[in-house]
């Protein structure tokens, strides 16, 4: 493996963090204090071609490879994780699925627009009672003439009150199972179509995320993606884009903790020194180093995989469950090393706990990976209670 990256994606990424440096980091406390999602920044972020990064060119897309998508998402991830969840879920859960399963009709009528961020997308996935064991939909889609008419509840979903655009997962005949699964491609401007803020989370204040009540929605038939019977393999390649997208967003959190804490321990005197002096303050700094270190290599493999079209739901998981913790330890650390300071906002460190906290609970939580990575490499399921 060739660990080098081409010129290309050298200057991707440095453009990636000048980006994030100018247009982000600038905004990312006062977003995070008052609430607010963005639409100016979303719309800038639309601008430099990221939320279309691997769309093929001729759909409005970057037509970029993962790796330098991950590149991308982690320099973002570093600025603002608020603005990095808008990245993932536009163009992993909702424009990968639309590639890779969509009509042409589809493709031409919903990526130009989603790429461009003249609409945004949700992945209404995760149900009130449905959230790990996501075959288990309790949402409804029932047959009329010509389409369906869906019935059901969605939670925790990114985007739901400014999504133009709603994958919705339904089951249309619960005797079959996951077999009966199916996803639509709801238009949220269609009566019956009823999102509702979150309040109060811990973290990733500047997002939007919602509750989403489906009444009697009707959708044609050719706004099902993929076909009856696709929907949980639809939910399940998105999610292999969505994890690799929320891995490599944790990369940056993690490269960000090091750089802060590398900044502020060699300012920070104490007993007449700096405290980037002592051997304890080092030892935090060399631990947040290496698990940065180790999760960009896994994120690097992971993107590798896929742009080479190899399976790799076994080395995102890892990707993921490492990237994700890790950022929490490292959010945790750099505060440690900030003291005090690093308790209030001052410094985006207090931020980078907060927000890295959801990374191991959404789009499959470390336990869910582990239970992927275990299955993989015993050829025993232990998701199932015996
Ligand atoms: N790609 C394509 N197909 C896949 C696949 C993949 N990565 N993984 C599985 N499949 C297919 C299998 O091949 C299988 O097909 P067949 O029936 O034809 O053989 C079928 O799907 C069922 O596969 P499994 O037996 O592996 O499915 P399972 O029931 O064992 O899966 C699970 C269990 C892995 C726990 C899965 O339910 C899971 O990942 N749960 C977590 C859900 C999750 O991540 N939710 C987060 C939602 S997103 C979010 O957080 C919202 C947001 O806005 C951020």
């Given at each position: 493996m060739d660990f080098d990256l081409t010129d290309e994606q050298r200057l991707i990424r440095s453009t990636a963090r000048e980006f994030t440096d100018n247009e982000i980091v600038i905004q990312s406390r006062e977003n995070a204090r008052n609430h607010h999602f963005d639409l100016d920044l979303v719309k800038k972020v639309a601008d430099q071609g990221y939320l279309g990064a691997v769309v093929p060119q001729e759909y409005g897309g970057a037509g970029l490879d993962?790796?330098?998508?991950?590149?991308?998402?982690?320099?973002?991830?570093?600025?603002?994780?608020?603005?990095r969840t808008v990245i993932s879920v536009q163009t992993s859960l909702v424009c990968s699925g639309i590639?890779?399963?969509?009509?042409?009709?589809?493709?031409?009528?919903?990526?130009?627009?989603?790429?461009?961020?003249?609409?945004?997308?949700?992945?209404?996935?995760?149900?009130?009672?449905?959230?790990?064991?996501?075959?288990?939909?309790?949402?409804?889609?029932?047959k009329t003439d010509g389409g369906w008419v869906i019935n059901g509840n969605k939670m925790w979903i990114s985007m739901a009150n400014y999504a133009k655009v709603a994958m919705i997962f339904a089951q249309t005949d619960p005797s079959l199972g996951t077999k009966g699964l199916a996803c639509f491609i709801v238009d949220t401007d269609q009566p019956g179509y009823k999102?509702?803020?979150i309040?109060?989370?811990?973290?990733?204040?500047?997002?939007?995320?919602?509750?989403?009540?489906?009444?009697?929605?009707?959708?044609?038939?050719?706004?099902m993606l993929g076909g009856v019977g696709d929907g949980f393999k639809v939910a399940m390649s998105n999610l292999d884009s969505g994890r690799y997208?929320?891995?490599?967003?944790?990369?940056?959190?993690?490269?960000?903790?090091?750089?802060?804490?590398?900044?502020?321990?060699?300012?920070?005197?104490q007993f007449g020194k700096p405290i980037a002096s002592f051997q304890l303050v080092q030892a935090m700094i060399a631990d947040m180093t290496v698990k940065t270190e180790a999760s960009r290599m896994l994120v690097w493999r992971a993107g590798f995989l896929k742009d080479k079209g190899q399976p790799n739901t076994l080395e995102t998981s890892i990707a993921k469950l490492h990237a994700t913790e890790s950022s929490l330890e490292c959010a945790n650390m750099a505060i440690q090393v900030h003291g005090g300071a690093g308790y209030v906002d001052d410094h985006p460190v207090e931020r980078y706990l907060r927000d890295a906290r959801v990374t191991t609970i959404y789009e499959g939580t470390s336990q869910i990976q582990k239970l992927i990575i275990g299955r993989q490499m015993t050829g025993i399921s232990a998701m199932v209670p015996a």
């Open positions: 993962y790796l330098s998508y991950g590149l991308i998402v982690e320099e973002i991830g570093r600025g603002d994780s608020a603005i590639v890779r399963w969509g009509t042409e009709e589809q493709k031409q009528k919903y990526l130009p627009k989603l790429c461009s961020g003249e609409w945004l997308g949700c992945f209404g996935l995760t149900e009130p009672d449905t959230g790990s064991d996501a075959a288990n939909q309790r949402t409804r889609a029932t999102p509702q803020t309040e109060h989370k811990m973290g990733l204040h500047g997002s939007d995320t919602g509750s989403i009540a489906l009444e009697d929605v009707e959708v044609t038939d050719e706004q997208s929320v891995a490599a967003g944790c990369v940056g959190i993690c490269q960000g903790c090091v750089e802060e804490s590398v900044k502020y321990s060699t300012e920070r005197q």
